[in-house]
């Protein structure tokens, strides 16, 4: 019986784009999937006819050849293709379209690109490292080191596990694909290879020191940049300075954690910092200035207008912390705490004293006057 025309199997035209062809594939994979029919040879050999002209068609070589050839490019004599595809297929092998496989090509855009895109076996594991930082080194940057214990290639065979610098012989487990197939019902499983753990290769004679596995236990050096303006939380990642990987295979990741530390005089909000300044009563009735310190070590004159009350903010524009990746800075915020006198002198008393009674009458504490009021009135209310 001749086999009918992948693109007809799977509704779409010939110039059909790789995203048709994909959501073609996953709506009729889901239709015909023998777990949805058990039993029925037909959606069987369905889901095995659309599973085999994906398999082609998403390919661009195979598929090129397909458009010329037909199905002839695939038949023996053609260009070789085996739905099996060194895995060693069964009778359940469904084209080539085990479940695994199956399960990357419907949901795969769901889980970050696949199970393909994220298995590099032997990849060394990535390290984790929480570094505190002051708020003067959060504004600044600080360019420091850093001690982390990890694993490193072996220097006695440079990282391959084999002694005298004999190469790795592929896998006869899995043929060197570091994958093997096991069929259970109408599915294939994929998983890494027992023997080799996923590497394809296998070593003869391993190296002593490493014990085969191409790396040692040691404590290493890292100098860091920490860049100008980064927050409580930023991430930094260090490529490739993780462990090193299992047999030469690619090292992982080292990433640096930072932890601002808490400030004795000032606050941080985002770009911004706030710093609350005690001022004498005397000053802030009769006015003055004040120098009050700065994130980046100076000083800077704050003018306290008359009669200024607690709470008061003033703002120094671009005094505040350096912004992550930008020239600009933000800004800081000064709010006033005016200090009530303790232990005066007698004659200080007097003075107050004479203060107060030369107000009687005039406007010089206008929040308490109008506070009071509204409390006599309050009360007049409440007697009637």
Same mark, same amino acid.
């Given at each position: 019986?001749?086999?009918?025309d992948?693109?007809?199997?799977?509704?779409?035209?010939k110039?059909a784009s790789?995203?048709?062809?994909?959501?073609?594939?996953r709506k009729?994979?889901?239709?015909?999937?023998?777990?949805?029919?058990?039993g029925?040879?037909?959606?069987?050999?369905k889901?095995?006819?659309?599973?085999?002209?994906?398999?082609?068609l998403k390919?661009?070589?195979?598929r &090129?050849?397909?458009?010329?050839?037909?199905h002839?490019?695939?038949e023996?004599?053609g260009?070789?293709?085996r739905p099996g595809?060194g895995?060693g297929?069964?009778a359940h092998?469904?084209?080539?379209?085990g479940?695994a496989?199956?399960?990357?090509?419907?949901?795969?855009?769901?889980?970050?690109?696949?199970?393909?895109?994220?298995?590099?076996?032997g990849r060394g594991?990535?390290?984790?490292?929480?570094?505190?930082?002051t708020?003067?080194?959060?504004?600044?940057?600080?360019?420091?080191s850093?001690?982390?214990p990890s694993s490193?290639p072996?220097?006695?065979?440079?990282?391959?596990?084999s002694?005298?610098?004999?190469?790795?012989t &592929?896998?006869?487990?899995?043929?060197g694909?570091g994958?093997?197939?096991a069929?259970?019902?109408?599915f294939?499983?994929?998983r890494?290879c027992?023997?080799?753990?996923?590497?394809?290769?296998?070593?003869s004679?391993?190296?002593?020191?490493?014990a085969?596995?191409?790396r040692?236990?040691?404590?290493?050096t890292?100098?860091?940049n920490?860049?100008?303006?980064?927050?409580?939380?930023?991430?930094?990642?260090?490529a490739?300075?993780?462990?090193?990987g299992?047999r030469?295979?690619?090292?992982?990741?080292l990433?640096?954690?930072?932890?601002?530390?808490?400030?004795?005089?000032?606050?941080?909000?985002g770009?911004?910092?706030?710093?609350r300044?005690?001022?004498?009563?005397?000053?802030?009735?009769?006015g003055?200035?004040?120098e009050?310190p700065?994130?980046d070590?100076?000083?800077?004159?704050?003018?306290?207008p008359?009669?200024?009350?607690?709470?008061?903010?003033?703002r120094?524009?671009?005094?505040?912390?350096?912004?992550l990746?930008?020239?600009?800075r933000?800004?800081?915020?000064?709010q006033?705490?005016?200090?009530t006198?303790?232990?005066m002198t007698?004659?200080?008393?007097?003075?107050?004293?004479?203060?107060?009674?030369?107000?009687?009458?005039q406007?010089?504490?206008?929040?308490?006057?109008?506070?009071?009021?509204k409390v006599?009135?309050l009360w007049d209310?409440?007697k009637e």
């Open positions: 019986m001749a086999k009918k992948f693109y007809e199997l799977l509704g779409v035209a110039g790789a995203e048709d062809l994909k959501k073609s594939y009729l994979a889901m239709q015909w999937h023998p777990d949805k029919n058990p029925d040879k037909a959606a069987e050999q889901f095995k006819d659309i599973s085999e002209a994906y398999e082609i390919d661009d070589q195979k &090129a050849a397909y458009d010329r050839f037909g002839a490019a695939f023996q004599g260009a070789g293709f595809g895995g297929g069964g092998d469904f084209g080539g379209a479940f496989d199956i399960f990357d090509e419907m949901f795969g855009d769901f889980m970050g690109g696949g199970r393909r895109a994220s298995a590099q076996p594991q990535d390290l984790r490292y929480n570094m505190d930082v708020l003067e080194e959060a504004h600044k940057g600080l360019n420091t850093v001690r982390v490193v072996c220097e006695a065979c440079k990282g391959s596990g002694a005298g610098g004999n190469q790795p &592929a896998c006869a487990t899995c043929n694909h994958k093997v197939r069929t259970q019902g109408f294939t499983i994929e890494p027992p023997t080799c753990h996923g590497m394809g290769k296998v070593i004679d391993p190296c002593k020191p490493c085969g596995s191409g040692v236990r040691k404590e290493k890292l100098s860091v920490i860049p100008p303006g980064v927050e409580d939380g930023t991430r930094i990642r260090l490739g300075e993780g462990e090193a299992l030469g295979s690619a090292a992982g990741d990433y640096i954690f930072l932890s601002v530390k808490p400030h004795r005089f000032f606050q941080r909000d770009a911004n910092i706030y710093c300044v005690p001022i004498p009563m005397t000053t802030a009735a009769l003055g200035q004040i009050v700065t994130i070590g100076n000083r800077a004159k704050v003018t306290i008359t009669g200024t009350q607690t709470g008061h903010q003033f120094l524009k671009s005094k505040g912390m350096a912004i990746k930008s020239p600009a933000g800004d800081m915020f000064i006033a705490m005016v200090e006198p303790v232990k007698k004659k200080q008393q007097d003075l107050l004293k004479e203060f107060d009674k030369e107000g009687a009458g406007d010089t504490s206008p929040e308490s006057t109008g506070f009071f009021s006599k009135e209310d409440l």
